[in-house]
């Protein structure tokens, strides 16, 4: 801290100078950076300007990058789910159609003719859901075949250790919880497992005609394809279900991250920002103390020359 000393006479040493000197050099510094903080908005410049603030700006910095990473993996697990809805609402209306013209061919009232022509079309509408599975694709893989797996990245904990949630398109994944057998859609191509009945192939309603006995139209097994294709539309349900499960997950996780991403710029800017109208008044007093500094200088200077005068002959 600077100190008044006496004993001006002395002009080898002029001590007010250097005391002026030393004050306009610390409102200078301040004046400096006042006019930094002002100019970028923010507090911390450097890690001089506050050392604890900047590792935990900058812990927080680094949590909130990771938060918007996670989010944008959220975002494609919505897209998992959506896709893979939409394909087993789209399976399921083909499933009951086939249902509905199963239930037709069950009737009394229908000739052998008439039962091969629903069976046909009962076949067009398999061949359309194996369609549908084949073209149920994201990420160059495919969803509905029965092995699709994946964990997506949604968040980490205080050690820095990945927290996921995982999508498990398996067909034997235990959350369908689905009872019998599995159908099979020419030899179990892709995307046969969402459907589980007992009993029955798929291409079975292809081979109905007037040549045999009917096959699964005979009537004494048609109640049993009834029965078989009611089970594959419950379990494309349970599917479905539990991707929707999965995807409130992701709604509420994004929700989450949305608000913890706002809570952590939130003290980022606690930290580091800039009260401006605290800076504007520190930064008015520093450039009145350069002033006041200067003129104090200027005067300090002029004191060796008044006792010079009393050695002039």
């Given at each position: 801290?600077?100190?008044?000393?006496?004993?001006?006479?002395?002009?080898?040493?002029?001590?007010?100078?250097?005391?002026?000197?030393?004050?306009?050099?610390?409102?200078?510094?301040?004046?400096?950076?006042?006019?930094?903080?002002?100019?970028?908005?923010?507090?911390?410049?450097?890690?001089?300007?506050?050392?604890?603030?900047?590792?935990?700006?900058?812990?927080?910095?680094?949590?909130?990058?990771?938060?918007?990473?996670?989010?944008?993996?959220?975002?494609?697990?919505?897209?998992?789910?959506?896709?893979?809805?939409?394909?087993?609402?789209?399976?399921?209306?083909?499933?009951?159609?086939?249902?509905?013209?199963?239930?037709?061919?069950?009737?009394?009232?229908?000739?052998?003719?008439?039962?091969?022509?629903?069976?046909?079309?009962?076949?067009?509408?398999?061949?359309?859901?194996?369609?549908?599975?084949?073209?149920?694709?994201?990420?160059?893989?495919?969803?509905?075949?029965?092995?699709?797996?994946?964990?997506?990245?949604?968040?980490?904990?205080?050690?820095?250790?990945?927290?996921?949630?995982?999508?498990?398109?398996?067909?034997?994944?235990?959350?369908?919880?689905?009872?019998?057998?599995?159908?099979?859609?020419?030899?179990?191509?892709?995307?046969?497992?969402?459907?589980?009945?007992?009993?029955?192939?798929?291409?079975?309603?292809?081979?109905?005609?007037?040549?045999?006995?009917?096959?699964?139209?005979?009537?004494?097994?048609?109640?049993?394809?009834?029965?078989?294709?009611?089970?594959?539309?419950?379990n494309i349900n349970k599917a479905a279900t539990y991707l929707g499960s999965i995807s409130n997950r992701f709604t509420s996780q994004e929700d989450l991250l949305?608000?913890?991403?706002?809570?952590?710029?939130?003290?980022?800017?606690?930290?580091?920002?800039?009260?401006?109208?605290?800076?504007?008044?520190?930064?008015?007093?520093?450039?009145?103390?350069?002033?006041?500094?200067?003129?104090?200088?200027?005067?300090?200077?002029?004191?060796?020359?008044?006792?010079?005068?009393?050695?002039?002959?």
């Amino acid at each position: 801290m600077p100190f008044g000393v006496g004993g001006n006479a002395r002009i080898r040493t002029n001590i007010s100078a250097e005391n002026a000197y030393n004050a306009l050099e610390l409102s200078n510094r301040d004046i400096s950076n006042r006019q930094l903080r002002l100019s970028t908005g923010k507090r911390i410049n450097n890690a001089a300007d506050d050392v604890a603030g900047y590792i935990t700006s900058r812990h927080l910095h680094a949590r909130n990058g990771a938060l918007r990473s996670s989010l944008l993996t959220v975002g494609d697990g919505f897209n998992i789910t959506n896709i893979g809805m939409d394909s087993l609402d789209n399976i399921y209306s083909l499933m009951v159609t086939i249902k509905e013209q199963t239930a037709q061919a069950a009737s009394g009232a229908m000739g052998t003719d008439e039962k091969v022509a629903l069976a046909k079309a009962a076949y067009r509408m398999v061949e359309q859901i194996q369609t549908v599975c084949d073209s149920t694709v994201f990420g160059g893989r495919q969803l509905l075949d029965g092995t699709y797996s994946a964990d997506f990245y949604v968040s980490t904990n205080a050690r820095n250790e990945l927290l996921t949630i995982p999508i498990s398109l398996e067909f034997d994944n235990p959350d369908y919880d689905i009872r019998g057998n599995y159908f099979n859609v020419n030899s179990m191509r892709a995307g046969d497992y969402f459907a589980g009945v007992m009993g029955l192939d798929m291409t079975d309603f292809y081979i109905v005609g007037a040549g045999d006995d009917m096959g699964i139209f005979h009537t004494d097994r048609i109640g049993q394809t009834m029965q078989s294709l009611d089970a594959a539309i419950q379990n494309i349900n349970k599917a479905a279900t539990y991707l929707g499960s999965i995807s409130n997950r992701f709604t509420s996780q994004e929700d989450l991250l949305k608000g913890q991403i706002t809570n952590y710029n939130a003290a980022i800017s606690r930290i580091e920002d800039a009260d401006v109208a605290k800076e504007q008044l520190s930064l008015i007093k520093s450039q009145f103390l350069q002033q006041s500094s200067l003129a104090s200088l200027a005067q300090a200077n002029q004191n060796p020359q008044h006792f010079l005068k009393l050695i002039q002959g």
